[in-house]
């Protein structure tokens, strides 16, 4: 029922497989693998530290896995046959390059998140959701949760998203010292079927060279951002439903452009036509846009007793 201790000083493997649940206090190894797995109970991890090799933790039947710190330089891979959940409170559980979670239900919960420092995350809730705390940049490379919400912060660098899919529940992602970014192109980067939220509190959401794709039905998308590049601090395409438009949360530096629409263009100054004409040139105005509604509305006899 417990594995005290397990050391391989040189090279060499850990491999254990119990019957029934298995707590683990300790296991190193300075160059090599480490694989633990219970079958039919719960595997607890209080430490698991690989040198310079891959970790493989299990459980299978029945049985969740509770995490203390699990270190390695490479990748970790964590397949529950119930839930991932934290045992250490605001500890650090996983340090990785890459981390595969995968858990037939929550990986985390809102109250107690995963707290991670890994470059790529993938993970899969089949029947939960994922709440993960990320301590640097991190590339959000393929991630789904088929019973809840998922909810990922991380406290400094970008954070990178290819693929985030919640088929039950909305999205949140908050960077508190970054920007939220696109990697994957032109292909979907958020699908979700309730309220989201983007919030990146020291930097941008996408780029006008390569913005950010989303799917939001139906939900509320929100929209934080206090950077701007190029004068655009939110860009934006995809659908949104039912309102077809993005929240704004706070009042951003730059540009909120959503399907190339401007969301919230600058003040005009109605003062002559000279002020007008500074304001609407940057603002790239076409037939849609407010900003050419409000000049029609005001090309009469008011506009023109105006002039100087």
């Not at 417990?2 to 391989?8: K, Q, R, Y």
């Not at 707290?115 to 939960?128: C, H």
């Not at 990178?160 to 908050?174: K, P, R, V």
């Not at 060279?209 to 004068?231: C, F, M, R, S, Y």
Request: avoid cysteine.
């Amino acid at each position: 029922t417990t594995l005290s201790s397990a050391n391989v000083i040189g090279t060499g493997s850990i491999d254990i497989s119990n019957a029934g649940a298995l707590a683990v206090n300790n296991a190193t190894t300075a160059n090599g693998n480490i694989a633990l797995s219970a079958t039919g109970g719960n595997l607890a991890i209080h430490t698991v530290t690989a040198g310079d090799g891959d970790v493989t933790l299990s459980t299978t039947t029945s049985g969740d896995i509770i995490l203390g710190n699990v270190t390695t330089l490479n990748t970790l891979t964590i397949t529950s046959a119930g839930g991932i959940t934290d045992t250490n409170g605001a500890a650090g559980n996983i340090s990785a390059n890459t981390a595969n979670l995968t858990a037939s239900a929550n990986i985390g919960t809102s109250g107690d998140p995963i707290e991670t420092t890994v470059g790529t995350l993938n993970g899969t809730a089949t029947a939960g959701g994922i709440y993960i705390n990320e301590a640097d940049g991190v590339t959000l490379n393929n991630i789904m949760a088929g019973g809840g919400d998922v909810t990922i912060s991380n406290t400094m660098g970008d954070m990178i998203i290819n693929s985030i899919t919640a088929t039950a529940g909305g999205i949140n992602l908050t960077t508190s010292a970054g920007s939220i970014l696109d990697g994957n192109g032109v292909a979907n980067n958020l699908m979700a079927v309730a309220d989201s939220n983007l919030r990146a509190l020291s930097g941008v959401i996408g780029l006008s060279t390569d913005t950010i794709e989303v799917n939001i039905n139906p939900g509320v998308l929100g929209v934080t951002a206090t950077g701007q590049v190029g004068g655009v601090s939110v860009y934006i395409n995809g659908t949104v439903l039912p309102t077809n438009a993005l929240t704004l949360l706070n009042s951003p530096p730059g540009e909120v452009i959503f399907n190339s629409q401007l969301l919230n263009p600058s003040p005009i100054d109605l003062s002559n036509l000279i002020g007008i004409a500074a304001e609407l040139n940057p603002q790239q105005v076409n037939e849609n846009d407010y900003l050419t509604y409000l000049l029609l509305d005001v090309l009469g006899e008011d506009f023109f007793k105006a002039q100087p």
